[in-house]
């Protein structure tokens, strides 16, 4: 029975228990509640992930309502996907949450935190799920909402200017979705995706389509972090909250790029965004701009967060060059990419965190020589760092294969190029954060720098098995993730 | 046991015996016991594997797939035989070795010393095994992530620049040329299988060409020139890393990929077609004469040895692009003779360290008669880098010599010639005046022979040197068949 409603559930589950962390107050009791939740979150999706790949496409309509009047929710290779993502990074960034949150965080506003996560938590997974338009532009907004509280709540003081910058820009880009989504409406008069799908050729050619098709493009560039619409970006990573900058890494900005999945091949559809607009276009160009952006200025960061914020950016490239390929196997890429990246990063900014943890600061010239204390520590840096690097047997290699192989397949080998450039790029800003911590001197003697403690170590390398696991044997990921590709390429939603 | 598990078998047991190694921390003795039992044990199963290959097998072992289609897989085939062969054989003498310098010398962490070695060995095997070229990219690059920490194992400043130029160029060269050729190759054909003969058969002239010159410097552990730097940077690292990894494991699996590119994915046939490998032939011939006039000008012993080495890799790189039977057959030759020869100097190299603690050629003069048995062997070794009877340097220099007349490029057995003459220059005096020499002024004191451990090591690999002259056979028959379709 119960598993008909596991959609819903998905998404009131950590909605209803938001409210019910401000109720339990008490720190450790937020966490307890945080973690069970996010718990049965994970398990809710592996049953919708069974449900989705044995069973095909699970439709689930909200109070009955069937589609296109009611909300529906779409569960498909794609969605399941990136639910999968969420809520994987979701539960192991809780569990470290507690250790790293208590250390950066006053205890009497704990509980807020954890409020703040659950909600982002709900909007990240609502919009995962949903199959509607304006339903969509609500869950980005409540998940956008408690991510720049999240944000705030970081000891350092920038972090205050950085969730207000994380604001501002942030509400441009929700503002830009909405009026995409209103003259959609205004158009088709149906907010339903599959139903704006098949209503929209209709109204192709007028410039109203055009607009909404850019408000949307400009809109969730901001929320993924689109060179150059990233500014938000490094600001917000490098102040907030360790957890929430590895929450943030892992999930936020992966969904943005599945929001434009679905906007571009799910409502649009190929033959329009790329046929007639030619999308691609723009899309690479900023792809390989902020390929290459952002990992150059990544080699001239002095915090080691910051190096990994820009990183992300150029990150983000790869994504975004893969949907610009508009191949199959561009697309199998960056979906494989989206995934990939976030075991990746999320698994970096733990080691970093667990290092500000100890050291109140990640800035280069107080790690140094920081391996000799945090030996454990400092490998899974380096161990995630390889796969960042895209190493053969981590995950990195997985996604790097596919992209070049995409990009030859267009005869494209200049955007190989960038891709094996931008890697060694990789290299160097990896290896600068590596050097300082193995062969430079201690330079923080106190008593108190030692290993990370279990807390945050265990789920480092819980991620860091995920990098190599998926690396050594990459046969589901690269199966969903192409089978999915072939979904948008195909028949659109 | 059954092939395929003594192919596996061969990649597992020294990753195996790291882990034992690293257990035995507290106990050194137990732990250099632990070596000598896992490459004692390696050498036994690669002779297991050597039986299947006598009897005209090529055993397979496939590991799981990787990506679709394309999986983890081994196959043995004569010139990967020839490869591990050597490898395991040498680890045991190096094994050796390495217990009476690194005890010598007094070197720290040496724990860590030897996992890293097993690790790289078990690499090593994997380059050696491969069924295709993904398997060798992965242990090739497993080859130079594990070979890093004994390159800056002294963890002083200097280590810490050697280690970035070798990082920085082995992997510069290997994400950016090497994979992107292997992803292209795997576009193109489908298939990334090593294959009698070649899969590039449906791959246009130009497109191959390019390919070609992608694997061939994508290939950074031939240190080709220009990409030459790493090899003299690593010579940072204690002697028995600089004997087995950087003369013969980490350069030797260089030059062993561009022949298995070479012969099983270009084909020697296709290949003596395309334009770039000519050019890439005149590259490898300036890379030997250059390098072995830098060779000249380098007092330290160590560095001198290291542009020998790269020479040397000039002529295996030659060998393969001359894309004949007599080419194949030399360069396949040479890994060994090489291999034995380099060992046993930079065996000798050590030696004299750990006895004297010195490393510049100049103050070396008159150590003959304190150390006859280290520069006895050091003759040797010279004796077959020059290619003189009665060491086995002279077959590998002969069948290369005879590539060359086979392609009627005159000027490339020019370039062999010169190169001879200048490694007598270069290597000749120093045990020359080791023997016949003063020593320079001021009482030396008193100075004996180096450990035991290393003695016998590097009387051994002298030895094979003199026996490889007398029985060149079996090498002979094992690698004659390559170079045909």
New interface residues.
């Given amino acids: 029975m119960i598993h008909h409603h596991l959609p819903a559930l998905q998404v009131v589950l950590p909605l209803l228990a938001a409210p019910c962390c401000v109720l339990l107050h008490r720190a450790r009791w937020a966490w307890w509640l945080t973690l069970t939740v996010s718990v049965i979150s994970f398990a809710i999706t592996l049953g919708l992930l069974r449900q989705a790949l044995v069973g095909g496409t699970v439709s689930y309509f909200l109070g009955g309502w069937a589609a296109p009047w009611g909300i529906e929710y779409r569960i498909d290779e794609l969605s399941v996907f990136v639910l999968l993502v969420i809520s994987t990074i979701n539960v192991v960034a809780i569990v470290y949450a507690r250790a790293s949150v208590e250390q950066e965080i006053d205890s009497d506003r704990i509980y807020l935190f954890y409020t703040g996560w659950l909600l982002s938590l709900t909007g990240l997974l609502g919009m995962t799920v949903t199959a509607d338009a304006f339903n969509l532009f609500v869950f980005l907004e409540i998940s956008s909402l408690s991510g720049y509280l999240l944000v705030s709540l970081g000891n350092d003081r920038r972090s205050l200017t950085a969730a207000f910058q994380y604001l501002v820009v942030g509400t441009i880009g929700a503002t830009f979705i909405l009026i995409g989504v209103g003259l959609l409406y205004m158009m088709t008069g149906t907010l339903n995706m599959i139903d704006l799908a098949a209503r929209l050729p209709q109204v192709m050619h007028t410039r109203t389509v055009l607009v909404a098709l850019a408000f949307l493009v400009v809109g969730i560039g901001i929320k993924l972090a689109l060179f150059p619409l990233h500014l938000w970006l490094p600001n917000a990573y490098t102040y907030a909250p360790s957890a929430v900058t590895v929450f943030l890494a892992g999930t936020a900005t992966k969904v943005g790029v599945y929001v434009l999945y679905r906007f571009i091949f799910g409502v649009f559809g190929v033959q329009f965004s790329f046929g007639a607009v030619h999308l691609q276009h723009v899309f690479l160009t900023l792809a390989i701009l902020g390929i290459l952006g952002g990992s150059i200025v990544a080699l001239y960061q002095t915090n080691a967060k910051r190096i990994l914020a820009y990183s992300s950016i150029a990150q983000v490239g790869y994504m975004v060059a893969g949907i610009g390929l508009a191949s199959i196997t561009g697309l199998t890429s960056s979906i494989l990419h989206l995934f990939n990246h976030a075991l990746m990063k999320a698994a970096l900014f733990m080691a970093l965190g667990a290092m500000f943890y100890r050291l109140n600061s990640v800035m280069l010239d107080d790690l140094e020589g920081i391996a000799q204390r945090m030996p454990w520590t400092m490998a899974a840096f380096v161990a995630a760092g390889l796969s960042l690097i895209g190493v053969p047997l981590t995950v990195g290699f997985v996604s790097k294969w596919y992209l070049i192989l995409a990009a030859l397949e267009r005869g494209w080998w200049w955007l190989a190029g960038v891709v094996l450039v931008s890697s060694l790029l990789a290299l160097v800003y990896i290896w600068r954060i590596a050097e300082v911590a193995y062969f430079k001197p201690l330079s923080q003697t106190g008593p108190a720098v030692t290993e990370a403690p279990m807390g945050l170590l265990a789920p480092m390398w819980a991620l860091i098995v995920l990098n190599f696991y998926f690396g050594i044997d990459a046969s589901f990921t690269t199966t969903v993730a192409s089978r999915a590709a072939a979904m948008l390429l195909g028949s659109g939603i | 046991m059954s092939p395929a598990t003594a192919v596996s078998l061969a990649v597992i047991l020294p990753l195996i015996g790291a882990v034992g190694i690293a257990c035995l921390d507290r106990h050194p003795n137990w732990r250099e016991a632990m070596t000598l039992v896992t490459a004692s044990t390696l050498l036994g199963v690669v002779l297991i594997v050597a039986t299947q290959i006598q009897s005209g097998d090529q055993p397979t072992a496939v590991w799981?797939?990787?990506?679709?289609n394309l999986s983890i897989a081994f196959t043995v085939e004569p010139l990967g035989l020839l490869f591990a062969g050597v490898a395991s054989f040498l680890w045991l003498v190096t094994s050796v070795y390495s217990i009476g310098y690194m005890r010598g010398h007094g070197e720290s962490n040496q724990t860590r010393f030897y996992v890293y070695f097993a690790i790289a060995i078990a690499s090593a095997i994997g380059v050696a095994f491969a069924g295709n070229m993904?398997t060798l990219?992965?242990f090739y690059?497993?080859l130079t992530?594990s070979t890093f920490p004994l390159v800056?194992h002294h963890?002083s400043a200097e280590a810490?620049r050697a280690g970035?130029t070798y990082?920085?160029i082995l992997?510069?060269t290997s994400?950016?040329a090497q994979?992107?050729a292997i992803?292209?190759t795997?576009?193109l054909t489908g298939t990334l299988d090593f294959v009698q003969g070649g899969i590039m058969a449906d791959v246009d002239s130009p497109i191959a060409s390019v390919l070609l010159v992608l694997y061939v410097f994508g290939i950074g552990k031939a240190a080709l020139m220009p990409f030459h730097r790493w090899l003299p940077a690593a010579m940072v690292a204690p002697t028995p890393v600089s004997a087995l990894l950087h003369a013969v494991a980490v350069v030797k699996a260089g030059v062993f990929s561009i022949l298995k590119v070479a012969i099983y994915l270009f084909g020697t046939e296709r290949l003596s077609t395309l334009a770039s490998a000519d050019l890439l032939a005149y590259v490898a011939a300036l890379t030997i004469i250059a390098a072995s006039l830098v060779a000249l000008r380098k007092d330290n012993l160590k560095a001198r040895l290291a542009y020998s080495t790269i020479s040397q890799l000039g002529y295996v790189v030659l060998g393969a692009l001359l894309a004949n039977r007599w080419g194949i057959i030399g360069g396949s030759m040479h890994i060994v003779m090489h291999a034995f020869g380099k060992i046993t100097l930079f065996f000798c190299a050590g030696a004299i360290l750990v006895a004297t603690h010195k490393t510049e050629i100049s103050d070396m003069r008159g150590l003959g008669r304190a150390m006859p048995v280290t520069m006895g062997a050091f003759l040797v070794g010279t004796l077959s880098i020059i290619g003189l009877p009665p060491t086995g340097g002279l077959w590998s220099k002969w069948y290369l010599a005879l590539g060359t007349l086979h392609t009627e490029q005159i000027e490339l057995l020019g370039v062999l010639l010169v190169s001879s003459l200048l490694n007598v220059a270069y290597l000749l005096p120093i045990p020359i005046r080791a023997f016949f020499g003063q020593p320079a002024d001021g009482a030396p004191a008193v100075i004996r022979e180096a450990p035991l451990p290393s003695l016998v090591a590097l009387v051994i690999t002298a030895f094979a040197c003199i026996v490889l002259f007398f029985y060149p056979q079996p090498l002979y028959r094992l690698v004659v068949g390559l170079g045909d379709l």
């Fill in positions: 799981w797939p990787l990506l679709p993904l990219f992965i690059e497993a992530l800056t963890g810490k970035r990082l920085g992997l510069t994400i950016g994979l992107l992803v292209w795997w576009q």
